[in-house]
């Protein structure tokens, strides 16, 4: 420990020892507990306790009568099981009857403090630090501490009664590693006391008709599963399944999530390789749930990597009833295939769905969920039925917009629930999106644009349903590619195309500015994706499309006018924003983009289409925009003026990696080493020209730490192509250095100053290399309180907060 750190120490346990001080929050002490357990880690708990005899006596201080806090009492706990973790600090404490005092009968347990749920947290975490070796298990058991487990598990705070549960679990698995080791494993007889004083607990929790202790139980078993891999877990099984198989015999079943959880556990672990009857007891389950109950478990089963296929084939059928049902329901085209087809379920169990609308709704978007997981995996069940799941998602968004035809009394049912219903409505176009990865007959593709179609053009679309059609319309898009990849479209999707042009236009006028947004984000998109393409670029420019995105830049809505600045940008890089005398918009003239970006930059008062305006520069120069090759000095020098004075350290962040793809353009990045002296004295010049210096010197001193990261970064690249010998003046000439160091003073100690001016190329490279950019690198990744974080930093604060430092001891960060 640090000297200056025991120095204080017994002040500190004075002041928490006194019931009289504000001792400081919940914050203040976890720090300490942080801090006592990574001393301990890092050394002999027991030497720390000789060597701060105080620690010992605050343990001892916290048994008296009194009228201590929870807070301070649940410290204590806390920090008695940190320093008892270690076997020879355990046995220092025992000799003292200190232990016992704190976790046994005449301690907290029987004092009115227990009441407090802190305290109670208090002593279930001590024990868990405590609970680390053979003497803290013969501790547990003659203190009573295990009855007091058994009893929190059913504790009013949820939280107390979770780390009951988990330590219940500890308390179990240390009980079995010595016992486990080179005995291969062990039958449930031979195991320790402890252990089966345990098992007997939960054993009775399972045959209860109480469904909280069967809970319990249940979770117990599914931490221990999920968190132990010892041998011992295998007899643990054998031991109890046949009491949780017979939990499936009960009306109602108790406790069914937690059942699921279990199986799901125990499927994971190393059980099933020895006890084949685990997938007999998920069947059964399978065959008792409710469809919304065995949904969870019947996608737990697919997705594991090893499971009896006929248990597989069962999980699907459950999982695809459902939208079996809302197959039947509808008028489907002859040929259509069954998603039941091939798979192990009742028929009958087709025709029925939930008769409430928030249970059929629940379980549709459960269902929906859980398929949209399975799709990308490779051990996803085979053959996939792409066909039959997209005529499903394709039926219920067309419940949902009212336009399916029933047929059947089930489908009039669905009709009523559904309609209008945005939850169901996102996921099936969620689901429909991750179809797109798939292939489908040529007729439900069709479909698929048409439905999506309806979607973007209904005015009863709300929002986040528009901003989801719009995500899957793009990814069937992209699916529709031939060949795939390529940029040119099908003719089908070229009609699609053509539509969707049209009903952009109109969302882009729409008075809800989420609308407005996502339809923005979606021509960005298809422009990134098919600006080249000669039927898009015709489309595009015979619309109004490319005219309203230009005049959303003055949107009311910043999150809109950043999103049209993306816009803008993208369709000025495919030159689908057209030029002032162009005959598509012969108004008359107008800003250029550049120009109106620029605007942007400069005068916008939300920092979002600033950002925006940045990012579409920074693209620009590495894309070689036109705008930008005309005269790319002339443009770094407009944006780096606007940048380096923004507000938003955002923005001065991106102007700074645009001035290092400035410079890397300039220098080669590719080529390693350093730049040759003729290029790097012209680079230094064109540099100069645009005050880049200025910007990078004065930013190393942001009080923005990314901003000066970043500077320092495009210093240290350009001293790295800058060789040591190399310099652009005569030898013996010694450039003038001063103007430049004395602004760097001024900006160090955060005063502004006037500007440099223009700079000599000489002097930026003395100064460049006269600076320890290393060292100033190795500051700036260092946390912005790593002095504030410091255990004496935190001992301070504790005393000064009760006055017992003076003024100009405390660290008042």
Request: aromatic fraction near 6%; glycine fraction near 6%.
């Amino acid at each position: 420990m640090d000297p200056e750190c025991a120095r204080l120490l017994p002040a500190l346990c004075a002041v928490l020892a006194d019931p009289r001080q504000p001792v400081a929050d919940d914050t203040c002490l976890e720090k300490l507990l942080d801090w006592f357990k990574a001393v301990t880690e890092a050394g002999s708990s027991l030497l720390l306790l000789q060597e701060n005899p105080c620690l010992v006596e605050l343990l001892f201080h916290v048994l008296k009568p009194q009228d201590l806090s929870s807070r301070i009492l649940s410290f204590a706990l806390r920090l008695a099981g940190t320093f008892a973790a270690q076997e020879n600090c355990f046995q220092y404490l025992q000799q003292g009857e200190l232990l016992p005092g704190l976790f046994g009968e005449h301690g907290p347990l029987g004092a009115a403090a227990w009441a407090a749920p802190t305290v109670r947290s208090g002593w279930i975490q001590g024990l868990r630090s405590l609970a680390q070796h053979p003497s803290a298990l013969l501790f547990l058991a003659d203190s009573g501490a295990v009855d007091t487990i058994f009893s929190l598990q059913g504790d009013p705070s949820l939280f107390v009664a979770s780390a009951a549960g988990q330590l219940l679990v500890h308390v179990l698995d240390l009980a079995m590693r010595g016992p486990a080791k080179g005995h291969g494993r062990l039958q449930a007889q031979d195991w320790p006391a402890c252990a089966q004083r345990i098992v007997c607990h939960l054993e009775d929790c399972l045959c209860s008709e109480a469904a909280p202790r069967v809970t319990q139980a249940l979770h117990v078993l599914t931490t221990a599963f999920g968190h132990c891999h010892g041998l011992w877990t295998q007899g643990l099984w054998v031991q109890l399944s046949p009491l949780v198989a017979r939990l499936l015999e009960k009306d109602p079943m108790p406790a069914p999530h937690a059942l699921v959880e279990l199986l799901l556990s125990v499927a994971r672990s190393s059980v099933p390789s020895s006890n084949p009857g685990l997938w007999e007891t998920a069947a059964q389950t399978l065959s008792r749930l409710s469809p919304m109950q065995a949904g969870p478990l019947a996608a737990g089963i697919l997705k594991l990597q090893d499971c009896p296929q006929a248990l597989r084939t069962q999980a699907f059928g459950v999982l695809l009833r459902p939208l079996a049902c809302v197959l039947e329901a509808t008028a489907q085209a002859p040929g259509t295939p069954g998603l039941l087809e091939g798979a192990a379920g009742d028929p009958m169990a087709v025709d029925m769905l939930p008769p409430s609308k928030s249970a059929c709704v629940g379980l549709l978007c459960s269902t929906l969920a859980h398929l949209e997981l399975l799709q990308p995996l490779p051990q996803r069940p085979s053959p996939w039925p792409q066909a039959p799941l997209l005529a499903a998602a394709v039926t219920i968004l067309r419940f949902c917009n009212g336009s399916a035809a029933p047929s059947s009394e089930v489908g009039g049912r669905l009709c009523a629930m559904l309609v209008g219903c945005v939850r169901v409505q996102r996921a099936a176009l969620d689901f429909l999106g991750v179809l797109s990865q798939g292939l489908g007959p040529r007729e439900l593709v069709t479909q698929v644009f048409a439905v999506l179609l309806e979607y973007l053009m209904s005015p009863d679309s709300s929002p986040t349903v528009l901003k989801k059609a719009f995500q899957a319309t793009l990814r069937w898009l992209l699916s529709s590619a031939v060949p795939p990849g390529c940029c040119d479209l099908e003719p089908r999707a070229q009609l699609v195309l053509r539509e969707l042009l049209a009903v952009l236009q109109k969302r882009l006028c729409s008075p809800c500015w989420e609308v407005r947004d996502s339809g923005l984000e979606f021509l960005t998109q298809m422009t990134r994706r098919w600006g080249g393409q000669a039927g898009f670029r015709q489309t595009l420019l015979a619309s109004e499309v490319p005219k309203l995105a230009s005049q959303l830049l003055q949107d009311p809505e910043s999150y809109v006018r950043a999103s049209a600045v993306a816009a803008a940008g993208q369709l000025s890089s495919q030159g689908l924003l057209a030029a002032p005398s162009s005959p598509e918009h012969p108004a008359g003239p107008q800003k250029t983009p550049l120009e109106e970006l620029l605007l942007v930059l400069t005068t916008d008062s939300e920092g979002f289409p600033r950002r925006a305006a940045m990012r579409v520069f920074t693209e620009w120069l590495r894309d070689g925009h036109m705008a930008v090759a005309e005269d790319r000095e002339r443009f770094m020098a407009r944006v780096l003026q606007a940048a380096s004075g923004d507000l938003d350290w955002e923005v001065r962040v991106q102007g700074l990696e645009l001035a290092l793809i400035f410079l890397q353009q300039l220098l080669g990045a590719r080529s390693p080493g350093a730049a040759p002296p003729g290029a790097l004295a012209q680079a230094l010049r064109a540099l100069c020209r645009v005050q880049l210096f200025e910007f990078a010197f004065r930013s190393l001193f942001d009080c923005d730490r990314p901003v000066a990261q970043k500077s320092c970064d495009l210093l240290l690249f350009l001293r790295a192509k800058a060789a040591p010998s190399s310099s652009p003046q005569e030898a013996g000439d010694s450039p003038d250095v001063a103007p430049v160091e004395a602004a760097l003073q001024r900006w160090r100690a955060g005063e502004q100053g006037q500007p440099l001016g223009e700079l000599a190329p000489e002097a930026v490279l003395a100064v460049l290399r006269s600076m320890d950019l290393e060292a100033l690198r190795d500051t700036l990744a260092e946390s912005s309180d790593h002095v504030e974080r410091s255990p004496q930093s935190l001992l301070q604060d504790v005393l000064a907060a009760v006055g017992v430092l003076g003024d100009n001891e405390a660290d008042c960060y």
